[in-house]
């Protein structure tokens, strides 16, 4: 939604695709679609798996660049549905990248990898050429795949493809199922919140990255993608193949991430302090973004508190202080 505002809003055209499926309210979805709706962007409703549908668009409109967002999110949640995340994060990507490399003109091709395929590595910051074979969920190994197979369709068709490591994006109309988010929900509501610790009770930490940072990384990525060489431009094998980290460079522990929501909140959290379970989380990230700086002058500006007080803000407008949708 945030990225197809800033495209919007500079003067670009913009087609949204998204399947509004359940993983987490639905109708938040849908309240977003009215925000971009309103901005005079036209949202298909349909799966990135339907190649008909995908053809069809792309037989309609000559897209210059694909950005493709969409994706199986979360990563406690393939414990429970792993199918889900082949499902969009490996077929959908390659339906999608079918489409693409198919079209006439090629699309340049910029797409969501993750933090979390960096997995058990323990030498921080993360850089990108680190080791990404030590995925600690299916949702980082899809992530992984996901690097992989853009790289075959890079090598063997030329398509021009971005990948962007994006690490714990947070912000107004985010996900209700991550923690500053959901801690929100439940401090407000006097419920008990969970907080995860590493081993010898230390504490995890994310390299938290506010939404609008991540979109000024989204568009200067977009606008230094080259065009595809392949199909459409006649030169098979010579296009760009990139991967960035979006990161904040600044990790936060997640007891002070409730800290600050505390603070904000003005409410008290009533924490369960327990050990990491195993289901897929990692320690901390940090991230090195010195590729991303020099390649497009990414530099994010938002720290935590500055990024949460204006969560908050939405929060509350949106839901209010008794967590009901009045959209
Ligand atoms: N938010 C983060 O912290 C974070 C961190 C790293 C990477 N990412 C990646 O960034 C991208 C955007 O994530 P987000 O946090 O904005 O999540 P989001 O839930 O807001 O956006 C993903 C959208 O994809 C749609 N979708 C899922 N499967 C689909 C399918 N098969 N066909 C069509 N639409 C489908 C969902 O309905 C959802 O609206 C994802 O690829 C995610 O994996 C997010
Ligand atoms: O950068 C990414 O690649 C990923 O970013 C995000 O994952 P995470 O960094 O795990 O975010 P999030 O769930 O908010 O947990 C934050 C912290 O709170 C801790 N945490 C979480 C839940 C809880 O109940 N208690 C708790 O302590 C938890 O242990 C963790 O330390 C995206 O969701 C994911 O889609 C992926 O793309």
């Given at each position: 939604m945030h990225v197809s505002l800033a495209l919007k809003k500079r003067g670009d055209g913009v087609v949204g695709l998204d399947n509004f499926n359940n993983y987490y309210d639905p109708s938040l979805k849908r309240a977003r679609r009215g925000v971009l709706e309103n901005h005079g962007i036209f949202i298909v409703e349909g799966d990135i798996n339907d190649a008909a549908l995908l053809k069809k668009l792309f037989h309609m409109i000559s897209f210059t660049h694909v950005m493709h967002l969409a994706a199986q999110a979360g990563v406690r949640y393939a414990m429970e549905n792993p199918s889900s995340y082949v499902h969009s994060n490996i077929a959908g990507l390659v339906t999608l990248l079918e489409a693409c490399k198919s079209a006439e003109p090629q699309p340049a091709v910029v797409w969501a990898s993750s933090s979390s395929v960096y997995g058990l590595n323990t030498k921080v910051p993360f850089s990108e050429l680190d080791r990404t074979d030590r995925p600690a969920s299916l949702y980082a190994a899809t992530k992984k795949a996901g690097e992989e197979i853009t790289h075959t369709y890079n090598h063997i068709y030329g398509l021009s493809i971005t990948g962007l490591r994006f690490f714990t994006v947070y912000g107004p109309w985010g996900r209700p199922d991550m923690a500053y988010f959901s801690f929100t929900k439940d401090i407000l509501a006097g419920k008990p919140i969970t907080v995860y610790q590493g081993p010898k009770e230390m504490d995890l930490a994310r390299d938290f990255t506010y939404i609008d940072d991540i979109v000024k990384g989204c568009l200067g990525s977009l606008d230094t993608a080259k065009k595809s060489t392949g199909i459409g431009g006649k030169k098979k094998g010579q296009a760009q193949y990139r991967i960035f980290n979006l990161g904040n460079t600044s990790p936060v522990t997640v007891p002070n991430l409730v800290n600050i929501l505390e603070k904000l909140l003005k409410v008290k959290a009533k924490q369960h302090i327990v050990a990491?379970?195993?289901?897929?989380?990692?320690p901390f990230t940090h991230a090195n973004i010195t590729l991303a700086h020099e390649e497009f002058g990414y530099r994010p500006t938002t720290d935590l508190s500055a990024g949460l007080k204006k969560f908050v803000r939405w929060y509350l407008s949106f839901y209010g202080a008794d967590g009901v949708n009045r959209s």
């Open positions: 990491m379970p195993g289901n897929g989380d990692v």
